[in-house]
């Protein structure tokens, strides 16, 4: 048993050296990651972690200390005196090469991540590709921190600006990206010169303990990036600690709205990622078949664990004859343990998760909805006791439904109608959230009105998750976001720094020729 938990790391193709740094060998239990190493923790109160399709144990996550906390932002605000008069072309080759180790081990991630949250591995991969692609942009620091300049903005005057480390930065992630999100934050945070605290979801850890080995070996130094656990606590801590300058989070409506609330009163800059209702609109024009194999994989992927899941869909007229074809693609769609070939989504990351959408699905039936498709029986064959959820669909629902004002998140799609484009567009407006939508269509003129009419942050044309590339950002709005400045791309960059602004006069008159006198000197 002592040794259950470090075996089933070496199983992952991790070798016996990496996995005792990131794990205890006395107790399957998460260590954490304070200046540099990985540090046995002294709490008394831990919290299980179980592969979702089985529900086996797999380690255990301890509760930081006060005491185990405090050391890690002591540690970064050490390592901040130091990182933040490092030149920028040492953290550019820093970041070259935390890049290249992070690719060269995506697969090891991958299997991290499959094991503790579930998704499929392809899943998993792209988990850790599209964190790889903000590191990869960080890498470019040294035209994103440039600052501005201005000559004779008055007589003999100049002003620049600066963009400048604002110092030790904290990370709250959420179970359903675990490579991803971790690497929206820390990265781009200690690219720009700060240093930073990360606290990874309780529920799926590893991935993030493999990141700070790798981060080790791309020569960051030791306090730069450091990490704790816990819950509600090690959140109040970030929350309220004085030495901690911003918080970034993501994850659900009601930790984001108080992470923001008590961060903010606390004065640190804050940006909140919270929950969403993401619609998309099919227009009876769209191309048929690319759009149903968009809407299943867009709608069940990931077993619908995602805060970008299209997990609404609105029939704009004769659309709604394609229901049935819709239906008959989701059926085709494996459900099975994420490590296993030829798997389209996984488990659910808990039984709770699970029971919460089952909830769900049973509140559409009761208030009204036609269930055209139903996984709620799911029984995957030798993983029995995995959170399984078939891909479901509720038909004709409104928008007083608990179905449809509630974020399921789970392999639910919740199915509108409408007889135009207008009452489409309405629909989505008075929803409260504002993370993302798309629209299917042929047609430019209606793909213009919707997105010049839609109040969303981000809309896809015939794309049904439109998560931006990190040259841009991500740029959810309303409900789904609290804070002023968003994750990666320029936004990402302003948040992790601070303007200084000088201006200096030079009077021209004050400048002096002289040459070089060649005469003995004489005392006078």
Same mark, same amino acid.
């Given at each position: &048993?002592?040794?259950?938990?470090?075996?089933?790391?070496?199983?992952?193709?991790?070798?016996?050296?990496?996995? +005792?740094?990131?794990?205890?060998?006395?107790?399957?239990?998460?260590?954490?990651?304070?200046?540099?190493?990985?540090?046995?923790?002294?709490?008394?109160?831990?919290?299980? &972690?179980?592969?979702?399709? =089985?529900?086996? #144990?797999?380690?255990?996550?301890?509760?930081?200390?006060?005491?185990?906390?405090?050391?890690?932002?002591?540690?970064?605000?050490?390592?901040?005196?130091?990182?933040?008069?490092?030149?920028?072309?040492? +953290?550019?080759?820093?970041? #070259?090469?935390?890049?290249?180790?992070?690719?060269?081990?995506?697969?090891?991630?991958?299997?991290?991540?499959?094991?503790?949250?579930?998704?499929?591995?392809?899943?998993?991969?792209?988990?850790?590709?599209?964190?790889?692609?903000?590191?990869?942009?960080?890498?470019?620091?040294?035209?994103?921190?440039?600052?501005?300049?201005?000559?004779?903005?008055?007589?003999?005057?100049? =002003?620049?600006?600066?963009?400048?480390?604002?110092?030790?930065?904290?990370?709250?992630?959420?179970?359903?990206?675990?490579?991803?999100?971790?690497?929206?934050?820390?990265?781009?945070?200690?690219?720009?010169?700060?240093?930073?605290?990360?606290?990874?979801?309780?529920?799926? $850890?590893?991935? =993030?303990?493999?990141?700070?080995?790798?981060?080790?070996?791309?020569?960051?130094?030791?306090?730069?990036?450091?990490?704790?656990?816990?819950?509600?606590?090690?959140?109040?801590?970030?929350?309220?600690?004085?030495?901690?300058?911003?918080?970034?989070? &993501?994850?659900?409506?009601?930790?984001?709205?108080?992470?923001?609330? +008590?961060?903010?009163?606390?004065?640190?800059?804050?940006?909140? /990622?919270?929950?969403?209702?993401?619609?998309?609109?099919?227009? $009876?024009?769209? /191309?048929?078949?690319?759009?149903?194999?968009?809407?299943?994989?867009?709608?069940?992927?990931?077993?619908?664990?995602?805060?970008?899941?299209?997990?609404?869909?609105?029939? &704009?007229?004769?659309?709604?004859?394609?229901?049935?074809?819709?239906?008959?693609?989701?059926?085709?769609?494996?459900?099975?343990?994420?490590?296993?070939?030829? =798997?389209?989504?996984?488990?659910?990351?808990?039984?709770?998760?699970?029971?919460?959408?089952?909830?769900?699905?049973?509140?559409?039936?009761?208030?009204?909805? %036609?269930?055209?498709?139903?996984?709620?029986?799911?029984?995957?064959?030798?993983?029995?006791?995995?959170?399984?959820?078939?891909?479901?669909?509720? /038909?004709?629902?409104?928008?007083?439904?608990?179905?449809?004002?509630?974020?399921?998140?789970?392999?639910?799609?919740?199915?509108? %109608?409408?007889?135009?484009?207008?009452?489409?567009?309405?629909?989505?407006?008075?929803?409260?959230?504002?993370?993302?939508?798309?629209?299917?269509?042929?047609?430019?003129?209606?793909? +213009?009105?919707?997105?010049?009419?839609?109040?969303?942050?981000?809309?896809?044309?015939?794309?049904?998750?439109?998560? $931006?590339?990190?040259? #841009?950002?991500?740029?959810?709005?309303?409900?789904?976001?609290?804070?002023?400045?968003?994750?990666?791309?320029?936004?990402?960059? /302003?948040?992790?720094?601070?303007?200084?602004?000088?201006?200096?006069?030079?009077?021209?008159?004050?400048?002096?020729?002289?040459?070089?006198?060649?005469?003995? $000197?004489?005392?006078?």
């Amino acid at each position: &048993v002592k040794m259950a938990g470090l075996l089933r790391v070496v199983s992952r193709g991790l070798n016996q050296g990496v996995a +005792r740094r990131l794990y205890s060998s006395s107790a399957p239990t998460t260590k954490l990651f304070i200046n540099g190493e990985f540090v046995e923790s002294q709490a008394t109160e831990f919290i299980d &972690v179980h592969n979702p399709a =089985t529900n086996e #144990f797999v380690t255990r996550v301890p509760k930081a200390t006060q005491s185990e906390m405090q050391s890690a932002v002591d540690a970064a605000a050490e390592a901040f005196k130091s990182w933040s008069q490092t030149t920028v072309l040492t +953290r550019q080759q820093c970041m #070259f090469k935390y890049q290249e180790l992070i690719k060269a081990n995506i697969d090891k991630l991958a299997e991290s991540i499959t094991l503790e949250q579930g998704k499929t591995l392809e899943d998993a991969r792209g988990d850790v590709m599209r964190g790889l692609q903000v590191v990869e942009h960080g890498c470019s620091i040294t035209s994103l921190q440039l600052g501005e300049t201005m000559s004779n903005i008055a007589k003999d005057m100049d =002003t620049m600006t600066y963009k400048l480390p604002i110092g030790v930065t904290a990370g709250i992630t959420p179970f359903n990206f675990p490579a991803m999100i971790p690497l929206w934050m820390f990265p781009m945070a200690l690219v720009c010169g700060n240093t930073s605290v990360m606290k990874p979801s309780e529920r799926d $850890p590893g991935c =993030t303990m493999l990141l700070m080995d790798l981060a080790n070996q791309a020569g960051f130094p030791a306090g730069t990036v450091n990490v704790i656990h816990g819950a509600h606590d090690a959140v109040n801590f970030i929350c309220d600690n004085p030495t901690i300058q911003a918080i970034s989070f &993501v994850g659900s409506d009601q930790a984001g709205q108080y992470i923001y609330e +008590r961060g903010s009163k606390s004065g640190k800059r804050v940006q909140s /990622n919270m929950g969403a209702k993401n619609h998309g609109v099919i227009m $009876p024009d769209a /191309n048929k078949e690319a759009t149903l194999n968009a809407l299943a994989g867009a709608a069940f992927g990931a077993a619908g664990q995602r805060c970008m899941a299209l997990s609404t869909v609105i029939w &704009v007229g004769e659309a709604r004859e394609w229901i049935p074809e819709l239906i008959e693609r989701a059926k085709k769609l494996k459900v099975n343990a994420g490590h296993e070939s030829g =798997t389209d989504l996984g488990p659910l990351i808990t039984p709770e998760a699970k029971q919460r959408v089952l909830d769900l699905v049973k509140s559409g039936v009761d208030e009204g909805a %036609e269930l055209l498709l139903d996984g709620r029986d799911c029984v995957v064959p030798n993983y029995e006791k995995g959170n399984f959820v078939g891909p479901t669909l509720l /038909n004709k629902c409104t928008t007083d439904m608990t179905c449809y004002q509630e974020e399921i998140f789970g392999p639910v799609l919740v199915s509108l %109608e409408a007889d135009s484009l207008d009452s489409a567009i309405e629909t989505i407006n008075k929803n409260r959230y504002g993370n993302g939508t798309a629209i299917f269509t042929t047609n430019g003129a209606t793909a +213009r009105k919707f997105t010049q009419e839609i109040d969303v942050g981000q809309v896809g044309v015939n794309v049904p998750i439109p998560v $931006p590339l990190p040259m #841009f950002s991500f740029t959810g709005t309303r409900g789904s976001f609290r804070g002023d400045t968003h994750f990666y791309g320029k936004q990402g960059i /302003n948040f992790y720094t601070q303007t200084k602004t000088v201006t200096q006069l030079w009077r021209a008159e004050d400048a002096k020729d002289s040459k070089a006198t060649v005469a003995m $000197p004489v005392q006078r």
